[in-house]
């Protein structure tokens, strides 16, 4: 087994510590797999963490997207009718081999058909460093997080607004890479204001010493900095992809997608845009 099956919880944390030692939130953003296509997913995992990226998760597109918006939700329709598999994006991961820990965002429907252990393993050896699975019940989260902890990898539970605190109590302790913090209800799309998770962000810091990462309509650079006074990491998806679709609708060319994201990133992330 590769070395990397061992290095996933480590490198999560690392990532979150370095951005903390620097004094700033970590930043992780979110695309599509396959979307526009895996070329275009190939040029962001290489070009990502120079953009600014701390992390970065993958979306496996599913028919049926949990929680996430029409943006979203419409990126994973068009990475399915071209044809991205599971397979194809390990084998993807496995060829670029990111310099940032990677993070499958993917629904327990794909998880389960594959199997568990089957998934869990081949995405490690793939080059995954963690998982959230935001539609898994809770016996299946603990399952996940148990055998994901075998190969070294992180599991990411999601705190919503309306977890019950014994539930929050339960599911950090399922924290081996860190905790998804919803900061607002509903699903995934842009908002105009910052969300507040003060309160929230502190009940989880009493339950885990897991960093925390906050999502869901966080889309500014503004949001990012308003959301690191009380949380580790912000994770930027909704955005990201529209600029994405909108480079693409202009000019059909994925490429241009792809510098979209890049510059989009850059600008999230203070550092000078890509050229």
């Not at 929050?168 to 799309?189: D, K, N, Q």
């Not at 990462?213 to 959301?227: D, E, L, M, Y």
Request: hydrophobic share 45%.
């Amino acid at each position: 087994m590769s070395t990397t099956a061992f290095t996933g919880q480590s490198r999560i944390r690392s990532a979150f510590q370095t951005a903390k030692e620097q004094g700033r939130c970590a930043l992780l953003p979110f695309i599509t797999g396959g979307y526009p296509s895996l070329e275009a997913t190939e040029q962001l995992l290489r070009d990502l963490p120079q953009a600014g990226a701390d992390l970065i998760e993958i979306g496996f597109p599913f028919s049926d997207p949990i929680a996430d918006g029409p943006i979203i939700a419409e990126s994973m329709h068009q990475a399915l009718l071209s044809g991205t598999t599971p397979d194809a994006l390990f084998a993807l991961v496995q060829k670029v081999r990111p310099t940032v820990p990677m993070l499958a965002m993917v629904s327990f429907s794909i998880v389960g058909r594959m199997g568990i252990d089957r998934f869990l393993q081949r995405a490690v050896e793939a080059g995954f460093c963690g998982f959230i699975v935001p539609d898994a019940d809770p016996t299946a989260a603990e399952e996940i997080a148990r055998k994901a902890a075998t190969l070294g990898a992180g599991f990411c539970p999601l705190v919503s607004p309306t977890t019950t605190h014994e539930r929050l109590s339960r599911l950090a302790g399922l924290a081996t890479g860190f905790v998804y913090l919803l900061a607002r209800a509903g699903v995934t799309g842009e908002r105009n204001d910052a969300p507040e998770i003060a309160d929230r962000a502190r009940m989880v810091r009493a339950a885990t010493d897991a960093p925390i990462a906050a999502g869901f309509g966080i889309s500014t650079a503004a949001h990012i900095k308003a959301v690191g006074e009380h949380a580790d990491g912000a994770i930027v998806g909704s955005a990201i992809v529209r600029v994405m679709t909108e480079a693409h609708q202009r000019t059909q060319s994925a490429s241009d997608a792809t510098n979209a994201a890049i510059d989009f990133v850059c600008h999230l992330s203070r550092k000078p845009t890509a050229t």
